[in-house]
């Protein structure tokens, strides 16, 4: 074990303040610090110990020791494991002197020898300090206590050294007796194991702490260490935003050399440990650590600009442009102004969609994409209800928003009534001016001259199950009407409906019974003194109209229609169902009714009615239904 003095001087505080220990070792001097309290002290004691092997026997010592007389006042020594100490003070040095050559003491284990006492004079932080000169003798003669300036005994010289420097460290260092055993411990640094001890290049043991038995001369033992192993594992993140390389195991202090590369529409950021940025280099070189190794490329998606365009502009209007990662999924859409419609998507000079709406992944560089538009044409169609009334002209192909004109000339004897567009009249003047929006199918109504002309062309829109516009034909000079409607089953004509009178070419009903067949007449008042005759009855039903469920059924149909008055009955839903039909003309008289079970071989035969037109109406637990048979001979 080395030799060494030890002094443990304790200062203990009054008012409750703790002690502080503190010990001289070799080549070092002791000193003690106190708190800056004012507070008075009683007097008090700092003891001075000695421990060590060399302190067998030891016969005398002395000492010097320095402290701040303004603060302290010395009053004297209080002997404990030794008697007849003397001491004194000059300024701020005390001297400690002791001997006792024929009864030496053993202080090899911790031994208090005496206590200084002092009393506090001023308040602030107190030193004492061993100074050089101080020594210790015993039976061997002067102890070695390494205090620079003091006499020494013949000691050798014990060096440890770790190899290499930065392997680790190492204690036992000092001058020891030839024999003394000495403690010596070797303790690796991180990223280091140790290996053995060596003299002179001969292993002397393996273990990091031995005992060492002190040979009578100098001795430099040298601790070999050598570096770990550690494990480096390389990640990209996200996963798909590239690689790395550069895992594996490599040896503490070894350069290690790690890369990311990015995949497509990404790039490399930084390299992160532990959630700390260490490189933004791709490439990144470093010294193996002391510990296994997790290393994280992160990665981020490039983004790319995807611009959009419509060609004309005033063709329509797009959207869907934007920034945008690689790979994300992008909707662009194309919406025609009104006039235009959408033709396709264009990338440069390449057709890439016809879909107004066109779908795609972004791909990893800038797009863009241009909408081509066309201006809708449109073809207007004009006829004559009556090519031996009257003639018409105008139409044609035309642009979206270009001016039509349309001009119905009737022939002599003839006068023009109105414009119809799907039976409904829109427009009394015979030269009619518009603007082309649409594909649209116009008819001329020519009649023929006579003193109050019967108003034709009777029609029905707006309906519901409740209510109907009523609308006919009659020159635009005439600007009265009587309108005669009612239920089909009454004999309306006859006075069994409502009779009112219009001032335009239109009537609205409301009130009506759902799941009804209604029929109507008009007349033309010409005057005070005239009016035409009755037109012909025009039908219409209520049933389901406004009823989804029920519109939505399949509707009955006639088969063959037109025919030669035998036909049948098609509508797969009615087969199970018990069915009335009933025939009549277009005045509503009652032909012909005929009772079937079920809806299985529904056939009429009317081939003994004279050419026209006929109604024929089914009743059906399910529902009523009406439909128009034309029989042609």
């Known amino acids: 074990m080395k030799v060494f003095v030890r002094f443990f001087i304790l200062l203990f505080l009054l008012y409750g303040l703790s002690p502080d220990l503190y010990s001289v070792q070799s080549q070092s001097f002791a000193s003690f610090a106190t708190d800056s309290s004012d507070k008075a002290a009683t007097a008090f004691g700092v003891p001075v110990r000695m421990q060590g092997v060399g302190f067998y026997s030891v016969n005398g010592f002395s000492f010097f020791i320095s402290y701040d007389a303004t603060?302290?006042?010395?009053?004297?020594?209080?002997?404990?494991?030794?008697?007849?100490?003397?001491?004194?003070?000059?300024?701020?040095?005390?001297?400690?002197?002791?001997?006792?050559?024929?009864?030496?003491?053993?202080?090899?284990?911790?031994?208090?020898?005496?206590?200084?006492?002092?009393?506090?004079?001023?308040?602030?932080?107190?030193?004492?300090?061993?100074?050089?000169?101080?020594?210790?003798?015993?039976?061997?003669?002067?102890?070695?206590?390494?205090?620079?300036?003091?006499?020494?005994?013949?000691?050798?010289?014990?060096?440890?050294?770790?190899?290499?420097?930065?392997?680790?460290?190492?204690?036992?260092?000092?001058?020891?007796?030839?024999?003394?055993?000495?403690?010596?411990?070797?303790?690796?640094?991180?990223?280091?194991?140790?290996?053995?001890?060596?003299?002179?290049?001969?292993?002397?043991?393996?273990?990091?702490?031995?005992?060492?038995?002190?040979?009578?001369?100098?001795?430099?033992?040298?601790?070999?260490?050598?570096?770990?192993?550690?494990?480096?594992?390389?990640?990209?993140?996200?996963?798909?935003?590239?690689?790395?390389?550069?895992?594996?195991?490599?040896?503490?202090?070894?350069?290690?050399?790690?890369?990311?590369?990015?995949?497509?529409?990404?790039?490399?950021?930084?390299?992160?440990?532990?959630?700390?940025?260490?490189?933004?280099?791709?490439?990144?070189?470093?010294?193996?650590?002391?510990?296994?190794?997790?290393?994280?490329?992160?990665?981020?998606?490039?983004?790319?600009?995807?611009?959009?365009?419509?060609?004309?502009?005033?063709?329509?209007?797009?959207?869907?442009?934007?920034?945008?990662?690689?790979?994300?999924?992008?909707?662009?859409?194309?919406?025609?102004?009104?006039?235009?419609?959408?033709?396709?998507?264009?990338?440069?000079?390449?057709?890439?969609?016809?879909?107004?709406?066109?779908?795609?992944?972004?791909?990893?560089?800038?797009?863009?994409?241009?909408?081509?538009?066309?201006?809708?044409?449109?073809?207007?169609?004009?006829?004559?209800?009556?090519?031996d009334y009257g003639s018409v002209s105008g139409g044609g192909v035309f642009e979206h928003g270009s001016p039509v004109t349309i001009v119905a000339q009737p022939n002599e004897g003839y006068l023009f009534s109105a414009w119809l567009e799907n039976g409904i009249c829109v427009s009394f003047n015979a030269v009619y001016s518009f603007v082309a929006e649409s594909d649209r199918t116009l008819t001329a109504v020519f009649q023929e001259e006579n003193g109050c002309p019967t108003p034709i062309n009777l029609n029905v829109n707006n309906l519901s199950e409740t209510t109907a516009t009523l609308h006919w034909v009659s020159p635009v000079q005439n600007n009265q009407w009587f309108v005669l409607w009612g239920p089909s089953v009454n004999d309306t004509i006859a006075g069994e409906g409502w009779l009112d009178l219009s001032t335009i070419n239109s009537w609205t009903l409301t009130g009506l019974e759902p799941q009804t067949l209604y029929v109507f007449y008009v007349k033309t008042l010409c005057g005070t003194e005239s009016e035409s005759q009755w037109s012909q009855p025009a039908y219409f039903q209520t049933w389901y109209v406004g009823n989804p469920e029920m519109s939505d059924r399949p509707q009955p149909a006639l088969f063959p229609n037109p025919g030669d008055g035998l036909f049948r009955i098609k509508e797969s839903t009615l087969l199970s169902e018990p069915i009335q039909v009933v025939v009549s003309d277009l005045k509503g008289n009652q032909l012909q009714s005929v009772r079937f079970a079920d809806g299985h071989n529904l056939r009429l035969d009317i081939r003994h009615l004279p050419a026209g037109i006929y109604l024929v109406r089914l009743f059906t637990p399910a529902g009523n239904y009406m439909m128009k048979y034309v029989k042609i001979w």
């Open 71 to 387: 603060k302290l006042q010395f009053l004297g020594v209080q002997p404990l494991a030794v008697t007849n100490v003397s001491a004194g003070s000059v300024g701020n040095l005390i001297s400690v002197q002791w001997s006792n050559l024929s009864a030496p003491v053993n202080m090899t284990n911790n031994t208090l020898v005496f206590n200084l006492l002092f009393s506090r004079i001023a308040g602030g932080t107190l030193n004492l300090d061993f100074l050089p000169g101080s020594w210790v003798s015993g039976v061997q003669g002067l102890i070695a206590v390494n205090y620079i300036n003091t006499q020494l005994l013949s000691l050798w010289e014990l060096s440890t050294e770790p190899v290499p420097l930065q392997g680790g460290t190492t204690l036992g260092d000092g001058s020891y007796l030839a024999g003394q055993s000495v403690n010596v411990s070797a303790q690796p640094a991180d990223g280091y194991l140790f290996d053995q001890w060596t003299l002179n290049g001969a292993m002397i043991s393996t273990m990091p702490s031995f005992a060492y038995t002190m040979p009578a001369a100098n001795v430099n033992l040298k601790a070999h260490f050598v570096p770990k192993t550690y494990q480096v594992i390389t990640h990209a993140t996200p996963s798909q935003g590239g690689t790395t390389t550069g895992s594996g195991f490599y040896d503490f202090g070894q350069t290690v050399t790690v890369s990311a590369t990015p995949a497509t529409g990404f790039q490399f950021v930084q390299w992160e440990s532990n959630g700390e940025v260490v490189s933004t280099q791709p490439m990144y070189s470093f010294m193996m650590p002391a510990g296994d190794l997790d290393l994280w490329a992160r990665f981020e998606p490039l983004t790319y600009e995807l611009s959009l365009a419509a060609s004309p502009p005033d063709g329509g209007d797009v959207s869907g442009a934007g920034t945008y990662f690689y790979s994300q999924p992008v909707t662009v859409l194309a919406t025609s102004s009104t006039g235009y419609h959408f033709v396709h998507w264009t990338e440069g000079s390449t057709i890439v969609s016809t879909d107004a709406s066109y779908s795609f992944p972004m791909p990893a560089a800038n797009r863009s994409l241009t909408a081509r538009f066309l201006i809708n044409s449109y073809t207007i169609t004009v006829m004559s209800n009556n090519d």
